[in-house]
């Protein structure tokens, strides 16, 4: 009997999948077209949606996560989930973008980006403490012998019986990184889904723009909030377990939660843009 060995990173794409979440994603893109026009909020919005939903996909692949064996000092990363630690840089960078949307797209986007990034980078700093002063364990990757950035040697740092311990230099740089794209990608979404709500919606309730703010401003975060959710969750999933960042070899993973994610956005996002667009 043979034993076949699972998957690593990288290994596993599946064509078929992958050409039916881009079918997807086109049919939904051709049905926005001609339901509205190219040239038109509503299309520019999905668009901008999709490319938000991949980017929170594809950065949620930099963020160092450890889970439980981090927790024990037996894996580095952050003693936590892929999804609630993505989401919780997602929500900071929201929060940030969404109170400069007033000043614009890109000021806006940026500064959802720079509120990720630093959510990461404060939670990286003090998870660095506690491992360093708390656990008394140094910092050490278990996927690489030298680190990719700073050049230090990592075996002779790390303890035997584990995959590596503490949060590595490039794993805290991978984790910044990793929250200006998720933030970023958030408050892209949310930008677009506010221009839609803001023009449809007077229209739609019958009521004027001052009025039907609160409720614009409600709906965005709420739809923005939620896509972070999906994509993280399928990151997550794509992931399966601890990653150290964007040098572990599960980062070679991420084209499939690409696809996956053009394909997700595209199915909310035309979701959420209906409910205010028709």
């Not at 450890?66 to 952050?78: D, L, N």
């Not at 572990?248 to 996956?260: E, G, L, Q, T, V």
Request: with cysteine; charged share 5%.
């Amino acid at each position: 009997m043979t034993v076949t060995p699972k998957p690593t990173g990288g290994v596993g794409m599946d064509p078929v999948a992958n050409a039916l979440s881009i079918i997807l994603m086109i049919a939904i893109i051709g049905a926005a077209w001609i339901l509205f026009g190219w040239n038109t909020l509503v299309f520019k919005a999905l668009v901008a949606v999709i490319l938000g939903g991949a980017l929170v996909g594809f950065g949620v692949h930099f963020v160092p996560v450890g889970g439980a064996p981090a927790a024990m000092g037996q894996a580095p990363g952050i003693a936590t989930g892929v999804a609630m630690l993505a989401a919780g840089a997602g929500l900071a960078g929201l929060f940030g973008g969404a109170f400069a949307v007033p000043l614009g797209l890109l000021t806006s986007v940026v500064a959802g980006g720079i509120g990720g990034a630093l959510m990461m980078a404060i939670t990286c700093l003090f998870v660095t403490l506690i491992y360093t002063y708390g656990m008394g364990i140094p910092s050490a990757s278990g996927k690489v012998k030298v680190d990719p950035i700073t050049g230090d040697t990592q075996a002779e740092y790390k303890s035997q019986g584990t995959e590596g311990h503490g949060l590595p230099f490039s794993s805290f740089a991978g984790g910044v990184i990793g929250g200006f794209l998720g933030g970023f990608g958030g408050t892209l979404i949310y930008y677009a889904l506010l221009q839609v709500y803001e023009a449809k919606l007077p229209t739609l309730l019958s009521a004027s723009a001052s009025a039907v703010a609160p409720v614009a401003v409600s709906l965005a975060g709420i739809f923005a909030i939620g896509m972070f959710l999906v994509n993280a969750v399928l990151a997550a999933y794509n992931i399966t377990g601890t990653t150290e960042g964007f040098h572990d070899p599960k980062f070679a993973r991420f084209p499939r939660a690409i696809f996956a994610s053009l394909a997700a956005s595209a199915v909310c996002g035309i979701v959420a843009i209906l409910v205010a667009a028709l």
